[in-house]
């Protein structure tokens, strides 16, 4: 064991009487990283006793040489448990693989696919959860989340982490009204931009930095990050692309889509922490970077004459660096991003530098590594970021105004169950996670001046109806689809929305609807209703009973657009948010993904998801009809 590593170990409790027995919970905070969450924050057992058990493995049962004690949390994705270590005596916590919606768990404890249409999503699922914590294991910094050890046992998988007690750095800011002190605020970022430099130092980028990611140990004040759903190795089969999963204010532009000149890399948790660092000096997040692409409203902190007399123009100019929304404005390693904080001298053996590791490497190559079972090989490194235009205007962002069943606790694949989750840009089940290549970014200054973000240039954006027709361009000639609203006029309080698809082949239905109100969702399949397939000639009667549809306003046209497509399709890509019933679209994004697409497909197509991975012709047919709401 390593000194980091007893460092770590004294700074956890454990919490008992005998060392022989499990642990009696003595209400301390715990805080546990939930698997593709926000970290579990709970008090006493009597909290613990709250939390929705559907599911999970009771206290008592034995998982080798661990004895689960309480249930800690439990999300979309999976559970953590607090365990008893009986062999080293210890109090642990343990991550179980358990997405919600591909799994159930029988009666003798073992976990099984729903059917046999979810099992090749759950066995993906649970390699890249395999991946994960073979990944963290590697790491040995006591600011880096650590594995003891990862396992195979009843038909499913877990990982024994540290159990660690302390507060998030959200919930210490929110007793800082007044901005964080400097000095303080500069000690906390020590220890996360070397932790994120052991990541980077192995072409891994954590991907989703935010304030409940990372946590304040009790005692001792060490920062360590957590939730690492979105950190794994780079891999290179395109078809087995990360699920995202974002939150706003704090996702650079490059994580909302696969856009040119926009690859992911170092910089991306460059961004993301100086977005954090803007929330301990202002108070509040920078706005979101999709919408700053469109119409940029960030404010230099620099120039902020309040800030300027709290904090120095080094740590303001860092920030504002960082917050570039383009990626080669940005510091391109956390080694920059160190030395304009002034970090860098403080440490007594210095930072790896990934960008000029993977410069250095022979031939400018880097190796990606492969998922389990996979041969790895060796690709030339992509070029350094290249500018792109931007685009028009921002456009604003809604909720939808619908009758429906309250659902509670639901989630698609990656959604999480609690009310601090990340918003989820992915489609339900596709795709395994994988790591963006690193790019070799330009050799950067020693210093990081403070400059304003580039303004975009300005062209006359896409508007969503405009999105919605360009659905029709690829459609096959010969494929008829049709939908015909019951009423195409309705009156707001009385009547119901519903319409009839018909298709001339057999294929899975997908529904566009852009409402009144100027909001885009994908109206089916949602949350509700999965079962998209429909037969040829035979009408498809929408919405089901699951999902009644009552007329609410605001007066006005409901737009909508029918999609029946050969392959199932994944929007993943397309800017979609999974967090409601209904999935929505961002109009920002999807405006910033219209201006880069050039004479590419429509955003708003996703991509065809072809049996077995392998390459296969992107047929559908499209429809359209309207409603009227009055």
């Not at 000194?3 to 005998?18: K, L, N, Q």
């Not at 396992?151 to 159990?163: I, L």
């Not at 192995?202 to 005692?219: F, K, S, T, V, W």
């Not at 109100?517 to 079962?531: A, R």
Request: proline fraction near 10%; charged fraction near 20%.
């Amino acid at each position: 064991m390593s000194d980091a590593d007893r460092d770590s170990d004294d700074r956890t409790r454990v919490v008992g009487a005998a060392p022989s027995s499990p642990p009696v919970d003595d209400g301390a905070t715990v805080i546990a990283s939930m698997p593709g969450s926000a970290p579990v924050v709970t008090g006493s057992r009597n909290d613990s006793e709250e939390i929705d058990q559907a599911g999970v493995l009771p206290a008592g049962t034995r998982l080798t040489e661990f004895e689960i004690t309480s249930l800690v949390g439990q999300g979309g994705f999976g559970a953590v448990y607090q365990a008893w270590d009986h062999s080293l005596e210890r109090a642990v916590a343990l991550k179980e693989y358990l997405p919600a919606s591909l799994s159930t768990r029988k009666s003798d404890g073992t976990v099984v696919p729903l059917s046999e249409r979810t099992r090749e999503t759950f066995e993906l699922g649970m390699r890249s959860f395999m991946n994960e914590a073979r990944l963290l294991a590697q790491f040995d910094h006591p600011s880096l989340v650590k594995v003891y050890r990862f396992w195979q046992e009843r038909g499913t998988a877990y990982m024994a982490m540290p159990f660690y007690r302390g507060k998030t750095l959200r919930q210490t800011l929110e007793t800082m009204p007044g901005g964080a002190d400097e000095a303080w605020l500069l000690r906390i970022m020590d220890g996360v931009t070397q932790a994120l430099a052991v990541m980077h130092g192995a072409n891994c980028y954590h991907r989703d930095i935010a304030p409940d990611n990372i946590i304040l140990l009790e005692g001792s004040g060490l920062p360590v990050v957590l939730d690492f759903g979105a950190a794994r190795r780079v891999i290179s089969d395109k078809t087995q692309a990360i699920t995202v999963i974002l939150k706003p204010g704090y996702a650079p532009i490059e994580q909302y889509a696969e856009m040119p000149g926009m690859s992911q890399g170092a910089w991306t948790d460059v961004y993301a922490l100086a977005a954090v660092m803007h929330v301990a000096v202002a108070g509040h997040a920078p706005p979101p970077s999709v919408a700053r692409l469109v119409n940029d409203s960030y404010e230099p902190l620099a120039g902020n004459e309040a800030l300027r007399g709290r904090y120095s123009q080094r740590l303001l100019g860092a920030i504002d660096a960082g917050l570039a929304v383009r990626p080669e404005s940005r510091p391109p390693s956390i080694r920059q991003l160190r030395e304009a904080l002034g970090l860098e001298g403080a440490l007594s053996a210095p930072v790896r530098d990934s960008a000029r590791d993977t410069a250095d490497a022979a031939s400018d190559r880097t190796v990606l590594i492969q998922p389990a079972g996979a041969a790895s090989r060796t690709l030339a490194a992509p070029a350094p970021p290249a500018p792109t235009p931007g685009a028009g205007r921002a456009m604003k962002l809604g909720l939808v105004a619908a009758v429906l069943i309250a659902i509670a606790g639901g989630a698609w694949w990656w959604i999480q169950g609690d009310t601090n989750k990340p918003v989820d840009m992915a489609a339900p089940a596709v795709n395994p996670p994988a790591i963006a290549p690193t790019p070799t970014p330009a050799e950067p200054s020693t210093a990081v001046a403070p400059s304003a973000p580039p303004v975009p240039a300005a062209i006359k954006p896409v508007t969503p109806a405009e999105s919605l027709d360009a659905l029709a361009n690829g459609a096959a000639p010969g494929f008829q689809v049709t939908a015909t609203p019951r009423k195409p006029e309705v009156t707001i309080g009385q009547d119901k929305l519903a319409f009839d698809v018909r298709s001339n082949r057999e294929g899975f239905v997908y529904i566009f609807l852009l409402s009144s109100g100027n909001e885009l969702f994908l109206l089916f399949p949602n949350l509700l209703d999965k079962y998209n397939k429909i037969t040829p000639g035979a009408p498809l009667a929408l919405p089901r009973a699951s999902w009644p549809m009552a007329s609410g306003g605001p007066p006005g046209t409901n737009l909508f657009a029918v999609l029946v497509s050969e392959h199932e399709r994944d929007f993943s890509q397309a800017g979609m948010q999974n967090d409601g019933v209904f999935p929505r679209f961002a109009l920002p994004a999807l405006a910033a993904l219209e201006a880069a697409r050039g004479t590419g497909p429509a955003p708003l197509l996703g991509r065809a998801v072809c049996p077995q991975n392998a390459p296969c012709k992107d047929v559908y047919g499209v429809g359209r009809f309207s409603i009227v709401e009055k």
